[in-house]
């Protein structure tokens, strides 16, 4: 009892000042480029998105209602994600114990990934909340009380219209009565499968706009996993999630599931459902990645199920163990780090190499832009175009000019943009072109009778530039040929 009673303070503690590094640092940092497109999202709110579904777009709409700023678009991850730590601690304190409650909530408060899900908002943030709440639920419903069988269903239902990835937790925990005996009991009854059609309802109106806009997202997704990558680029992947979750953590996570199955005869009925639902994405990434280049966050779902398996196993002790302090210690420097680093870069790194260099990447151009465009009344007339995504979202959010920004897509995939500006429109019109090198792009050129330079945009720090860009005037847009 004493233990815990020490735990118990120290998990509120560490509780109290996170949140309150959150709330400075959602305060004092520009969006990432990524997090003012999905802002994007909100400003045209839909049931579907060609590269995720609707859920983070919702998220921001409601935070953004009353005032939008950078603060209230992230204002919503710092909320689920606090609320998920006290709701699964209080949740699993009643139906499991307190020392399973406090290593989870623990290693929830103090884990590199899911800080970083509470601070900045993408897709990621609804996917790992409702994804654990669902394997919450429904762990509950198979061996607590079959009344939270419907939560899980929902909370299922709202991970995947997250984020598609989330099915694959959502596989593992339909197997799990099939490929348990104990639990078959469960395949008579009706309510277990109604849980997953409640699931199905949910998804539909991403699947009605997949219809609606020729599968934009199918096809979109479809190229983007199959992606050429090579042995490197799987060391890489998964060096750098054990590295970024940490050592225990990446344990449980990655390697305890496989002995989970080797041992599959004698281990608990508890222990194989989370071994399930997290050897199932496991399965898919592992050998997904081996011939396909996978981003950091695509592999977050492993995750999600190995949090249950940390604290499962970690709680069969009486007192906390020194492996689980220094899974503690090693993801509250990292945290530490970069939050100093963010604010005072006292490390002596450059360029990409500094990954809060990104906080940082578009003060300057923003600057520029409305010093030089939006302040100038001939060319504040003229649209302002890209042909990446992120500049013309960063535009908008910050300097919503009369026009909005848009990206071109020209031998470039399918944006937000292309659904909401026909081509055909905008042929013959002169806009301001901006690109993030200092040269006007060649592949570019035919698509524009002229292109006149009007500035360089460079913005430094820590001795060191970040970024550059050149902004243009261009005449006669003539359409994608």
């Known amino acids: 009892m004493p233990e815990n009673n020490r735990l118990t303070n120290y998990t509120l503690i560490l509780f109290t000042i996170l ?13 990432v480029d990524d997090e003012a497109y999905y802002a994007m999202y909100a400003r045209h709110l839909a049931w579907g998105y060609i590269d995720h579904g609707p859920v ?14 950078s603060f209230t678009v992230r204002l919503g991850p710092v909320i689920l994600m606090s609320f998920l730590t006290i709701f699964l601690y209080s949740v699993t304190k009643k139906h499991m114990d307190q020392q399973f409650a406090l290593i989870t909530s623990l290693a929830l408060i103090a884990n590199l990934m899911f800080h970083t899900n ?11 909340f409702f994804s654990i709440l669902s394997i919450l639920f429904y762990y509950l419903a198979y061996f607590k009380d079959e009344r939270f069988i419907y939560p899980g269903g929902i909370m299922l239902g709202f991970s995947v219209l997250s984020k598609v990835s989330a099915l694959f937790p959502a596989i593992g925990i339909f197997l799990f009565p099939f490929l348990v005996k104990e639990k078959r009991h469960m395949l008579k009854n009706v309510h277990f499968y109604a849980s997953f059609f409640i699931s199905f309802i949910i998804f539909i109106p991403f699947i009605v706009w997949n219809f609606k806009n020729d599968f934009a997202f199918v096809k979109y997704q ?15 992947l998964w060096a750098g999630a054990a ?8 344990y449980y996570s990655a390697i305890k599931p496989i002995i989970y199955l080797k041992d599959w005869m004698v281990i608990s009925c508890e222990k194989k459902y989370f071994g399930l639902v997290t050897s199932v994405p496991l399965s898919y990434f592992l050998f997904h990645s081996l011939f396909s280049r996978f981003e950091l966050n695509w592999i977050a779902p492993i995750f999600f199920g190995g949090l249950f398996i940390l604290a499962a196993e970690e709680s069969q002790y009486s007192q906390t163990r020194k492996r689980l302090h220094i899974q503690i210690i090693y993801s509250l420097f990292f945290i530490s ?5 963010t604010f005072y870069p006292l490390l002596p790194l450059k360029g990409k190499s500094d990954p809060t260099n990104r906080y940082y990447m578009y003060t300057s151009l923003v600057k520029d832009v409305k010093t030089s465009i ?10 302002i175009v890209s042909n990446e995504f992120q500049i013309p979202s960063i535009i908008n959010f910050y300097l919503n000019p009369q026009h909005e920004a848009i990206c071109l897509s020209i031998d470039y995939h399918e944006t937000l943009y292309s659904f909401h500006y026909d081509q055909q429109s905008l042929i013959g019109e002169d806009f301001i072109y901006i690109h993030d090198k200092k040269e006007f792009p060649e592949k570019i050129k035919p698509f524009f009778d002229s292109y006149e ?4 945009s460079n913005h430094s720090r820590n001795n060191s530039t970040i970024a550059s860009y050149s902004i243009w005037a261009v005449k006669n847009y003539k359409g994608k040929l």
Not at 222 to 236: A, K, N, P, T, W
Not at 374 to 383: A, F, G, P, Q, V
């Open 374 to 383: 939006m302040d100038d009344l001939e060319m504040n007339k003229l649209r």
């Open 453 to 456: 330079p009007i500035m360089i």
């Open 19 to 31: 949140f309150a590094v959150k709330l400075y640092f959602i305060s004092n940092t520009f969006l």
């Open 222 to 236: 479809g190229s983007h996993i199959l992606e050429g990558g090579g042995f490197s680029d799987f060391l890489e």
């Open 337 to 341: 780090l970069i939050m100093v680093q």
């Open 56 to 69: 983070v777009a919702f998220i921001i709409w409601i935070f953004t209602f009353l005032n939008e700023s």
């Open 243 to 250: 590295l970024l979750i940490g050592p225990l953590f990446f």
């Open 118 to 128: 509470s601070i900045i908002i993408t897709p990621d943030v609804p996917l790992a």
